[in-house]
């Protein structure tokens, strides 16, 4: 089985983090917070096959929807992901359309490259005549990640791919790519708005990272809708660090 994402584009504001600390009980602990959605992080955290999938099978027992991102975009991570029953992909560094419709079909059955089994989580353990697993497999979620001069570049048309429900702005890489070395920069922050102004058009939802609620709200009012805001280990930092604020004496 696959726990599915709120419907972005019709669910107003959804909220998540990134998980970067490989224990299936982060992903349950996270979800009797309300979060609506988590993203494992396997580009830039130490996780494997085997802890990915206790991660997914974790967060079918709390109902909380899992992305990945996935470290990069080939048939292989792909189908083994889906797989294991994740919601949907982050998937970084999609610099061109053409790049966007190969990882599109490696997500499909169906006029797609994907593979078929039916003995994976998605399809319920085989417990699904075929027809009904893959038409559980057309319910993944993809959101490209615009992070690169190039990506915002052809942002326009990485849009119009058919089934890329999101565009995901990078805002660290994105600096890089530009030779700086600040994602506060105000060029990057235009890039950033050019590719949510883009998405917006093109009907797609518009994700990105922030560090806080207070940056959150401020790209809320510019119709970004998806975010994921810091990750389990920042909120674990600040909330010990909380802790070790002095009491103000009377």
Same mark, same amino acid.
């Given at each position: 089985m696959t726990i599915p994402l709120p419907r972005m584009k019709t669910a107003g504001l959804v909220n998540g983090t990134f998980i970067k600390t490989p224990s299936p009980h982060v992903v349950e602990i996270l979800g009797l917070s309300g979060l609506d959605f988590a993203v494992v992080d396997m580009e830039h955290a130490p996780f494997d096959r085997l802890t990915l999938d206790g991660m997914i099978f974790a967060s079918c027992a709390v109902q909380l929807p899992l992305l990945v991102r996935i470290p990069e975009p080939t048939p292989v991570a792909i189908l083994s992901t889906l797989d294991m029953g994740a919601a949907g992909l982050l998937v970084p560094h999609v610099d061109t359309a053409e790049q966007a419709k190969a990882i599109y079909a490696a997500t499909r059955h169906r006029n797609g490259s994907r593979g078929f089994s039916g003995s994976p @989580?998605?399809?319920?353990?085989?417990?699904?005549d075929m027809k009904h697993s893959m038409d559980a497999g057309e319910h993944s979620f993809l959101m490209c990640q615009i992070e690169s001069v190039q990506a915002v570049e052809n942002a326009a048309d990485i849009a119009t791919v058919d089934g890329v429900d999101g565009l995901f702005i990078g805002y660290a890489d994105l600096a890089l790519s530009m030779g700086l070395e600040s994602p506060q920069d105000e060029q990057v922050t235009r890039a950033a708005q @050019?590719? =949510?102004? =883009? &998405?917006?058009?093109? &009907?797609?939802?518009? &994700?990105?990272?922030?560090?806080?609620?207070?940056? @959150?709200?401020?790209?809320?009012?510019? #119709?970004?809708?998806?975010?994921? =805001? #810091?990750?389990?280990q920042s909120l674990l930092r600040n909330a010990a660090k909380a802790l070790t604020v002095p009491v103000a004496k009377a």
């Open positions: @989580r998605f399809a319920s353990y085989g417990t699904m @050019r590719v =949510i102004e =883009i &998405g917006l058009a093109a &009907g797609k939802v518009v &994700g990105m990272f922030v560090a806080n609620t207070t940056e @959150r709200d401020k790209f809320a009012a510019l #119709g970004v809708t998806c975010f994921v =805001i #810091g990750s389990d």
